[in-house]
């Protein structure tokens, strides 16, 4: 098993505690509040998602040969979204992001955040992530 | 009076659970929901009738052709309209919008002004702004005002002589607003300007008469009163369709066919190439007539008692701002709470069943003029009930207490 896929087997077991959605969506509140302030700097236009009905901003940078992220929204919701995709994803190696799958998300009972609509952008945060860790792979090659 | 045990037994889909619970559907101003009575007609039009219109001479196609026709009629006389060739069927406001759109670039020169509203739809936008692109004519705002209602002193001003077409929604789907559209109209026109109102957001709440609103072009969705999605009409007084270029080539829309020369055919005709959304314009005609009976005074006495109710439970919410509280103005309801993002709420709400719209709203530019990244817009039909409404405000203060 990946690290990442350890890392997702963490989260649905840690979800599969909550007996209804409004457990979930606090313990959803209660990552997104934690999730540590993103510089700034990188704040900025070109790192905001588009697709999403709030504002996501992503920001990735190479750290010896993995990728670190750091991202916020204005919506506390998402930002649990992004803290959870944080998690699985910052300071892996940029192959195993590519190889990644997130049918975890599925398994922990937030499927509606899945559906490629315009007002979610889940979907589109794994695209930029997933993007990310394209071109820091070529640039580790 | 509105029975409305009565009429929620007419709606198939409100007997239906959202994540286990109840469905409360508070996003009609998107689209609202059909009855049993149209879907009927939609199921009866594939289940006996189903052929294309105008063309056949066999039996199923002529009686086609009679219920759609009659569709149209149903709509000229619902809209108090001259003609039945005045009413073009179309696959919505959007397409309605870019069709007087498409005509009129043949029609502007550079100098020309066009005006629209601050409280515009995109839809009622960007075709707008393609057109001014195209042919180099100036598009004008009528800004709004901090209560959400138009600045008509500045409309005044910023018409003239140049002014050849202003463009206004009925009512803001944003806001709820209901505009001064008889006074709009007047003033266009004694500048000599053309006036499209679009309707979209009107029409499930009033009836309007366009001959006595004289206005140029009027357009709207059938989605939005009971009806079904992908039809909706255009009206536009004869000497001005008569002027338009076609929209767009095709069937049904000629007379006579050569590689030299296409002649088209007479309104209604020459805007409606193809084979159109047959089943859609019949049960567009269906939904009026439920509509109507239920009666329209009905139905706005009901959803006025709904909204009075409604703006003053969800004024008790400790940080909320409603924005567009007007006197003048439809089952709207669009709100934000102090510190909390509308999308944050409506995800919460749509756990617990209830369905409202957040974001812009296809109305970035309202949105910007408050300084937001959008509402949480809760829109209320005659089958909505007061008890839903208290549910939603229990539903907003459980959110808030979650996200704080």
Redesign the interface.
Known sequence: MSEIESIQKEIIEEFSFFED??QR??HM?ELGKALPLIDKTHKTEENIIKGC???VWIHAHLDGDKVKFTADS?????KGIIAILIRVFSNQHPRSIIDSNIDFIDNIGLR?HLSPTR?NGLVSMVKQIKMYAVAFQTQLN | MIDIFKIREDFPILSRKVNGQNLIYFDNAATSQTPQQVIDVITDYYTRLNSNIHRGVHRLSQEATDAYEEARIKIQQHFNVAKPYEIIFTSGTTESINLVASGFSKLLKPEDELVISALEHHSNIVPWQMLCEKTGAKLKVIPMTQEGTLDIKTYNKILNKKTKLVFVNHVSNALGTLNPVDEIIEMAHKNGAYVLIDGAQACAHIKPDLQKMNVDFYVTSAHKLCGPTGVGMLYGKTELLQKLPPYQGGGEMISSVTFEKTTYADLPHKFEAGTPNIAGGIAFGAALDYMNSIGFENIIEYENDLLKYATEEIKKIDGIKIYGDLQKKTAVISFNIKNVHPYDIGSILDQMGIAVRTGHHCAQPIMDYFEIPGTVRASFSFYNTFDEIDIMVKGVQKAIKMLQ
């Open positions: 959605w409004t969506y606090e509140i009905q709030s504002k204005d919506a506390i919701i998402t509606e007002a």
